[in-house]
């Protein structure tokens, strides 16, 4: 799974989010480890960055085995495991800048033991900076699973419509 919010305040962060969504798709099968996913987030700064085209942009990527999740991330986008205790941020860790296509990006790793019962949410800025974790824990833990998506952008939404920021959200669960 993988989440990219390109940097605002700059030009080509669009290009740069689709670039990076685009790179860990075509090497999702090379990720074995959070080694690998910190060797494809280094690989990818330098493939952006070279791009006269496309700015900076953030990036999370999890891989999510019947044990485990594990993975890498860059930027203010985020990946938290949702539990019965509360919430477990794997990217607290995280370099919140350089970000990805600046050309000197500092992947953090992050691995994790699943339970059952664990929920994962990865998600942008646009959700995490604008909306505490309690409230999203709250949503996490008293809708159904499939309305957790709109339940969580309607948290930030402003009362006008709008919303304060791009929000791009993964919530993944283990049915019942």
Same mark, same amino acid.
């Given at each position: 799974?993988?989440?990219?919010?390109?940097?605002?305040?700059?030009?080509?962060?669009?290009?740069?989010?689709?670039?990076?969504?685009?790179?860990?798709?075509?090497?999702?099968? +090379?990720?074995?480890?959070?080694?690998?996913?910190?060797?494809?987030?280094?690989?990818?700064?330098?493939?952006?960055?070279?791009?006269?085209?496309?700015? +900076?942009?953030?990036?999370?990527?999890?891989?999510?085995?019947?044990?485990?999740?594990?993975?890498?991330?860059?930027?203010?986008?985020?990946?938290?495991?949702?539990?019965?205790?509360?919430?477990?941020?794997?990217?607290?860790?995280?370099?919140?800048?350089?970000?990805?296509?600046?050309?000197?990006?500092?992947?953090?790793?992050?691995?994790?033991?699943?339970?059952?019962?664990?929920?994962?949410?990865?998600?942008?800025?646009?959700?995490?900076?604008?909306?505490?974790?309690?409230?999203?824990?709250?949503?996490?833990?008293?809708?159904?699973?499939?309305?957790?998506?709109?339940?969580?952008?309607?948290?930030?939404?402003?009362?006008?419509?709008?919303?304060?920021?791009?929000?791009?959200?993964?919530?993944?669960?283990?049915?019942?």
């Amino acid at each position: 799974m993988v989440v990219a919010d390109g940097a605002g305040g700059q030009s080509g962060g669009a290009e740069a989010a689709t670039m990076a969504v685009e790179l860990v798709h075509q090497k999702a099968n +090379e990720l074995h480890d959070a080694s690998s996913c910190v060797a494809l987030l280094q690989s990818m700064d330098q493939a952006v960055c070279k791009d006269r085209v496309v700015g +900076e942009t953030t990036c999370a990527v999890a891989v999510v085995t019947r044990a485990s999740v594990y993975g890498a991330s860059v930027g203010d986008s985020g990946v938290w495991v949702i539990n019965k205790s509360g919430l477990i941020n794997l990217t607290e860790r995280q370099s919140s800048k350089p970000f990805i296509g600046s050309g000197s990006a500092l992947p953090s790793h992050f691995e994790h033991q699943i339970t059952q019962g664990d929920s994962l949410l990865l998600a942008t800025d646009g959700l995490l900076k604008y909306s505490g974790p309690e409230r999203i824990v709250a949503v996490c833990r008293s809708v159904a699973p499939f309305d957790v998506p709109g339940k969580l952008v309607e948290l930030v939404r402003y009362p006008s419509g709008a919303l304060p920021d791009d929000v791009t959200l993964i919530f993944a669960y283990e049915p019942k």
